[in-house]
T-cell receptor, first 115, second 114 residues
Framework: AQSVTQLGSHVSVSEGALVLLRCNYS??????LFWYVQYPNQGLQLLLK??????LVKGINGFEAEFKKSETSFHLTKPSAHMSDAAEYFC?????????????FGAGTRLFVKA | EPEVTQTPSHQVTQMGQEVILRCVPI?????FYWYRQILGQKVEFLVS????????KSEIFDDQFSVERPDGSNFTLKIRSTKLEDSAMYFC????????????FGPGTRLTVL
């Protein structure tokens, strides 16, 4: 069965600094991986996804993530944090073991951006 | 751009009452889902629905819960007798049959059980 682990429930960076949010997955089959962002009192917005092909995927708002099979990781990065990036970020994987193809979410990482 | 919509945005109910949460998935999508997020916790899968039947459900989705696609556009989640612990944000999602399985999420309904 698939699972997702996000390292660090809270991450704090200064504005302009590198953002690195860590995600490790467990999957017995090639995974489909996602990062979602949730702003306060809002729904889930897809940042980026990896399905097949290029292992470095670019998403919205300057974020990107690299799929590393050998490390079973899918870390999210952004070169320069902006105040508007403050939100909760969820790493997720598609559960391909059942016909429903549900999404399994990590526990989330709250990103704080300091001025 | 097509999107998943949910109504109401906020529902307040008394313990023991029935509630129905409504969702309109994206029109060409065929898989439908409900998830919930208790305040401060992670998003949890409740149920998936395909071809007019439940394809998978979690252990959270007990006899108090039911889903229905009453017409060609709506997808509903019913909680028969709400409990305090049902207070959460409920998200509807949908996707096409593509194996890429990108799910599109609605904005959520915040359910408060008093």
């Amino acid at each position: 069965a698939q699972s997702v682990t996000q390292l660090g429930s809270h991450v704090s960076v200064s504005e302009g600094a590198l953002v690195l949010l860590r995600c490790n997955y467990s999957s017995s089959v090639p995974p489909y991986l996602f990062w979602y962002v949730q702003y306060p009192n809002q729904g889930l917005q897809l940042l980026l996804k990896y399905t097949t092909g290029a292992t470095l995927v670019k998403g919205i708002n300057g974020f990107e993530a690299e799929f590393k099979k050998s490390e079973t990781s899918f870390h999210l990065t952004k070169p320069s944090a902006h105040m508007s990036d403050a939100a909760e970020y969820f790493c997720a994987v598609s559960d391909l073991s059942t016909g429903g193809f549900k999404t399994i979410f990590g526990a989330g990482t709250r990103l704080f951006v300091k001025a | 751009e097509p999107e998943v919509t949910q109504t109401p945005s906020h529902q307040v109910t008394q313990m023991g009452q029935e509630v129905i949460l409504r969702c309109v998935p994206i029109s060409n999508h065929l898989y439908f889902y409900w998830y919930r997020q208790i305040l401060g916790q992670k998003v949890e899968f409740l149920v998936s629905f395909y071809n007019n039947e439940i394809s998978e459900k979690s252990e959270i989705f007990d006899d108090q819960f039911s889903v229905e696609r009453p017409d060609g556009s709506n997808f509903t989640l019913k909680i028969r007798s709400t409990k305090l612990e049902d207070s959460a944000m409920y998200f509807c999602a949908s996707r096409t049959t593509s194996g890429r399985n990108e799910q599109f999420f609605g904005p959520g309904t915040r359910l408060t059980v008093l």
